[in-house]
């Protein structure tokens, strides 16, 4: 490939890579520094990016101060692999049908999911709350992962809808000519085809529900043991004081799964897995 | 048994007329291959037999019996694609097996036909590789494995050799016109080259604008196309078109006036309230020759292309402006620029009316060569 930026633009856009980095990144930055301090020698004024005595204590002693943490972080972890789980066996077929059947009304349907995509879940928590509680549902995984689900269905349908859209028509055809019924051929050809955009909705919705479980958590659950990371970290919140280096330390250990899953399910995101399939 | 027929089928997209009522009869056996220009609706007609595409109106019977609601498996064909379509994820020996597996046969007679067919093919080091470690040439016999396994009675290709390069599609040809002999089965072969028709077909359907413009064997259509359609697509390079008037027309001939005033007397079939009508006379390039003949014409060449076994001269018919090309010897004596007569024989010619269609040119087939007319498959 001919190089076609000139050093200046080289440098403005590595320059430009690195301010956003920096926003992205800071938070995370700041996160684990905080984590290493004393609780003392938080709030010293002038800042100080490096101060005295940092450890890593905090990381032992918070696991002391919340007994529960690990059982927060399996319950996130368990409402976040549900969600993804429930969702996909919904989204599979959904989108198989938005990308291959003609039928009234797909557009509009396709439409809505959007528009519903819009309404965030907390306008609609308080009804949801009513439904809850009419069912009998409050304080249980169930309440979490339901909602949760319903709200990753549509972009999780638009994802992989398109990356279905972009199988050749004709592997459906061939299995169709060859004797092979609908469900026969979703199984055997189609999803094992469209693994990789799978894999890629099923990463968006993991990351999606891990974050957005605080939200229902928070509402629908009031029993300590069932509650996830986010909420679990309340406990480090001390009617005098909050334990500051502690909750950073449990934060940053609560995204270690959720980082492991991803950097183990990249490596699947490849291009090249229809290699074959068709001429180009 | 792989009877085929067609019964005034039709196809509409909406409100567009893809196929305007096709009538076919294919015998067992046969070699039938659909050609035409792209969007001719020959590829619409294949999967339409396949069982693809929904039949509008009129009637598909494969060996007797209406097929026209019957999906493709129900039908006894099978159906090799212009894009392989074959399963990436799948090895060789799972894509071939794919419609057994779908059939349920047991896991012994999969392996016996799966064996047996890739013997076929010369597959047999290839079983174990995946689609995307094939090269082309490869990756379209495994698309033929998977259809013969099933041993349909009837064969269906789309445009199976558009995708190889020139030197691999020949040899392509040559084995799937094996392939036909050694199966017996019945095969409707979809293509947009003359050549793979002209090799491989026993019957030519030549479609256009979604009608049959001419069926018959591949010396049938080039010696009495039956209209200007079938004589212009037929034969590479093109024929020649002049437009000439009509003169004289008796039983057995036709006189016409060339665009310089000259005389061909041409032996087809006369018709009566000729004379006085615009017609066009056909006359094919290799057919044109320099010197001695019934009849001249002066052309004025533009590009000569020198191919050393031929040269091809693309010339404008001098007074006329219509194109006008020649296949001459490869030492012909043709200059750009000048203006210089080009001679062919009455025999040669072609004549139609001016409705497009050919007055029966007086040439026996047999004459030509008998035993491409066997109308019986070998």
Redesign the interface.
């Known amino acids: 490939m001919i190089d076609k930026y000139r050093w200046w633009e080289v440098v403005a856009i590595y320059a430009g890579i690195a301010v956003f980095l920096t926003f992205i990144l800071a938070p995370f930055v700041e996160a684990f520094v905080v984590s290493m301090r004393p609780l003392d020698a938080l709030f010293s004024i002038p800042y100080r990016f490096i101060t005295e005595e940092m450890s890593f204590r905090a990381y032992v002693t918070m696991w002391e101060n919340v007994p529960l943490l690990g059982l927060y972080i399996f319950n996130s972890f368990l409402i976040a692999s549900s969600v993804t789980v429930f969702a996909l066996l919904a989204i599979i077929p959904a989108a198989y049908a938005f990308a291959r059947f003609k039928f009234k009304g797909s557009n509009t349907l396709l439409a809505a999911f959007l528009a519903v995509n819009m309404v965030s879940g907390a306008v609609l928590i308080i009804p949801l709350f009513k439904v809850m509680h009419q069912l009998g549902l409050l304080n249980t995984y169930f309440a979490m992962i339901a909602p949760g689900t319903a709200f990753v269905i549509p972009t999780g349908i638009w994802l992989l809808r398109s990356y279905l859209l972009k199988i ?1 028509k ?2 459906e ?8 019924s609908r469900m ?1 051929t979703l199984r ?2 189609i999803i ?2 469209a ?1 990789p955009g799978i894999i890629v909705v099923a990463i968006a919705t993991f990351i999606v529900a891990y974050a957005q479980q605080f939200i229902y958590a928070l509402t629908f659950n009031s029993k300590n043991e069932l509650n996830p990371l986010p909420v679990g970290l309340f406990q480090f919140f001390g009617r005098q004081e909050v334990v500051w280096n502690e909750l950073m330390a449990a934060s940053l250990v609560g995204i270690v799964p959720v980082l492991v899953i991803y950097i183990f399910l990249q490596r699947y995101i490849v291009a ?8 180009e | 048994m792989g009877q085929l027929a067609l019964q005034d089928v039709k196809k509409s997209f909406g409100s567009t007329e893809v196929i305007k009522g096709v009538s076919l009869d294919v015998k067992d056996g046969e070699f039938i291959v659909f050609v035409g220009p792209s969007g001719c609706g020959k590829s619409t007609l294949l999967r339409m037999i396949a069982g693809l595409e929904e039949v509008s109106d009129g009637t598909v019977f494969i060996d007797g019996k209406v097929v026209n609601n019957l999906p493709p498996v129900k039908r006894g064909i099978s159906m090799v694609f212009q894009s392989y379509a074959l399963y990436p994820h799948m090895s060789v020996y799972e894509n071939i097996a794919f419609p057994l597996r779908v059939a349920k046969m047991s896991e012994a007679e999969v392996e016996e036909r799966v064996r047996k067919a890739s013997r076929i093919l010369q597959l047999d080091e290839r079983l174990k590789h995946k689609p995307g470690q094939l090269s082309g040439g490869q990756r379209q016999r495994v698309a033929i494995g998977r259809a013969i396994v099933r041993e349909p009675s009837v064969f269906l290709f789309d445009e199976p050799l558009s995708n190889l390069d020139a030197a691999l599609r020949s040899d392509m040809r040559v084995e799937l016109s094996k392939l036909h002999g050694s199966l017996g089965a019945t095969m409707i072969y979809v293509t947009h080259d003359q050549i793979e028709a002209m090799t491989m077909a026993d019957r030519i359907v030549v479609l256009d604008g979604g009608v049959i413009s001419q069926v018959g064997s591949p010396l049938e259509l080039y010696h009495k196309p039956q209209n200007l359609f079938v004589a212009g697509f037929i034969g590479n390079p093109k024929m020649n078109f002049v437009e000439v008037t009509c003169k004289a027309s008796a039983e057995n001939s036709v006189t016409v006036t060339l665009p310089d005033g000259g005389e061909v007397e041409v032996p087809v079939k006369g018709q009566a309230n000729l004379e006085g009508q615009k017609m066009t006379l056909g006359i094919r390039p290799e057919h044109i020759k320099l010197g001695q003949a019934d009849a001249h014409i002066s052309v004025v060449a533009n590009v000569v292309e020198r191919l050393g076994i031929h040269t091809v001269s693309h010339a404008t018919v001098e007074g006329a402006n219509t194109s006008f090309c020649s296949l001459l010897d490869g030492a012909a004596p043709v200059v750009v620029g000048e203006a210089a007569p080009v001679g062919f024989n009455a025999s040669d010619c072609h004549l139609f009316d001016s409705t497009g269609a050919a007055l029966e040119r007086l040439v026996k087939l047999e004459d030509v060569d008998p035993a491409m007319l066997q109308v019986e498959p070998a």
């Open positions: 050749p004709e592997l055809e061939a299995a169709w000519a060859d004797g092979a026969y055997r050809v094992p085809v693994m090249g897995l229809t290699a074959g399939a068709v001429k």
